[in-house]
């Protein structure tokens, strides 16, 4: 593991703080290779896979390197999936160890049993029956022998129909990643983060903790995003990760100011489109442009604005190195410069393909290998990529994916619902709101909103809630019967303006 091997060369400088520990390189190997053990002697073997559903806490970074050392399958879940949703990623992912929050076990525990995952339980402490059964671990295991291309986290990401797919990332994937975005942002030793994202998506654990451990850098770990406790953490740092919606919350916060950010040198943001009056309002407020970046779960981070150089609002930069991009039409005929077409691109970064779904082409590979990503694009005369769309109706919200073909199945399935649009919509705050516009059964009045999200919320984790309800007699559709899901967003486009 080349985090192993890095953290090994530098065994006595600090490399995590958080509000009640500090750990050197020595002590979070030693950390982490205690972990490793502890799993061995749970049984757990190289290929299979640890489904990891719990609260931020330095317990569940470490739990994710000990994973990767024993050649496990790391897949970090998004603790506000209720119970339906985990159903369905333990059913998939066939874990041999499930890892939850107390408060979750008995509700929790017949799914483990159903397809015969143990289930531990850890808090956002790090306490709970995982620390206790490997309190007793003293004697550290060998790491497992694995190849760049053996699998080492399975990624559920959202698309617009069906369910969802695990991307399958290999240990070469998240490497190669790594180590461009170390090469394009410049990160050493000298620098200090501030991590105050979750660990449930690539954001959080790749972009974030990978590329600090393997360059040297230290981390201040915060267990989630709060203005105050973040801009104090500032002080004295020189790196903040975060999405769209973090932005517009420090500025609404007041607390910024030039002085609060006078040593931090980058303040990157991605996983949602960052709205140009944000960065523009950023910038008056400290004095700091933003670096916008663009990635997937499936291939990373691709593009990337520039450390030395024009950061442009609107823009995502340009392709880090490694990345083999490109912009096709629907016959994945590349276009000619400036003009909008289908993102595509391939590299040591991009996944091999989805858990359990061999089928690469029906999963967005063409035959020589080009991932086709599903966002529309475009090349300026500079080199600099924008995203002008997305080929299907993925909702960004808050940083976080959703898909509106689960909420439309949900929202149908309730009483006085006769069809169901999900649409996403320019928000202030989370970069794209859901809103649902619904026709009501043919003779009834329409349901009262209230009574839909009550009934949804039983299904739904809450980011996936819409945050608005419309109700239309019918559905605009054109001449071959599908919803017209612009007209919505044009009709409904100011729903969320500030004025």
Wanted: with cysteine; aromatic share 8%.
């Amino acid at each position: 593991m080349a985090i192993g091997a890095a953290l090994a060369a530098r065994a006595d400088q600090v490399v995590i703080t958080d509000a009640t520990n500090t750990l050197t390189a020595a002590q979070l190997l030693a950390e982490v290779e205690r972990m490793a053990a502890g799993l061995t002697a749970l049984g757990i073997v190289k290929g299979e896979r640890v489904a990891v559903q719990t609260e931020k806490s330095l317990s569940q970074a470490l739990l994710y390197l000990a994973t990767l050392r024993v050649g496990a399958v790391f897949v970090p879940l998004n603790p506000a999936y209720g119970v339906e949703e985990v159903g369905y990623f333990l059913g998939d992912s066939q874990p041999a160890l499930y890892v939850c929050d107390p408060a979750h076990a008995i509700a929790r525990s017949p799914l483990a049993a159903g397809v015969g995952a143990r289930l531990f339980t850890l808090d956002a402490e790090g306490d709970g029956s995982l620390a206790a059964a490997l309190a007793g671990t003293h004697t550290p295991a060998p790491a497992a022998t694995f190849r760049g291309d053996d699998p080492a986290v399975i990624i559920y990401t959202s698309g617009t129909t069906g369910r969802s797919k695990g991307a399958l990332l290999s240990h070469r994937n998240l490497l190669a990643n790594a180590l461009a975005l170390i090469h394009v942002w410049k990160i050493d030793a000298t620098d200090v983060l501030v991590h105050a994202l979750p660990l449930f998506h690539i954001h959080g654990l790749f972009v974030a903790f990978n590329t600090m451990l393997l360059a040297g850098g230290r981390v201040r770990w915060l267990r989630r995003f709060e203005p105050a406790a973040v801009v104090e953490a500032l002080a004295g740092a020189t790196l903040f990760m975060g999405v769209p919606t973090h932005y517009t919350r420090l500025l609404a916060s007041g607390v910024l100011s030039r002085e609060s950010v006078r040593t931090v040198r980058l303040f990157i943001a991605g996983s949602a489109p960052l709205l140009p009056q944000t960065f523009a309002g950023f910038e008056r407020a400290t004095g700091q442009r933003i670096v916008e970046r663009y990635g997937m779960s499936e291939c990373g981070i691709v593009c990337s604005n520039p450390v030395d150089g024009p950061r442009r609002p609107g823009s995502v930069g340009r392709p880090l190195p490694g990345v083999d991009f490109r912009i096709a039409d629907e016959r994945g005929e590349p276009v000619i410069s400036g003009t909008a077409g289908g993102i595509e691109v391939r590299g040591d970064h991009v996944c091999s393909g989805y858990w359990r779904r061999p089928d690469r082409a029906a999963t967005g590979f063409r035959e020589n290998g080009y991932f086709m990503t599903g966002d529309v694009g475009q090349v300026d005369d500079d080199g600099y990529v924008h995203i002008v769309g997305r080929a299907k109706d993925l909702i960004i919200t808050g940083g976080l994916n959703v898909y509106p073909r689960e909420i439309e199945l949900v929202l149908d399935a309730l009483p006085g619902v006769a069809e169901s649009a999900v649409i996403g919509l320019p928000h202030p705050d989370f970069g794209e709101a859901v809103v649902a516009v619904i026709s009501a059964t043919c003779g009834s009045a329409p349901p009262a909103a209230d009574v839909l999200l009550a009934g949804a919320r039983r299904q739904l984790a809450n980011f996936k809630l819409p945050k608005a309800l419309f109700f239309l007699d019918e559905l605009p559709r054109n001449a071959m019967g599908k919803v017209q899901k612009a007209d919505l967003r044009e009709r409904f486009a100011a729903t969320f303006e500030v004025r």
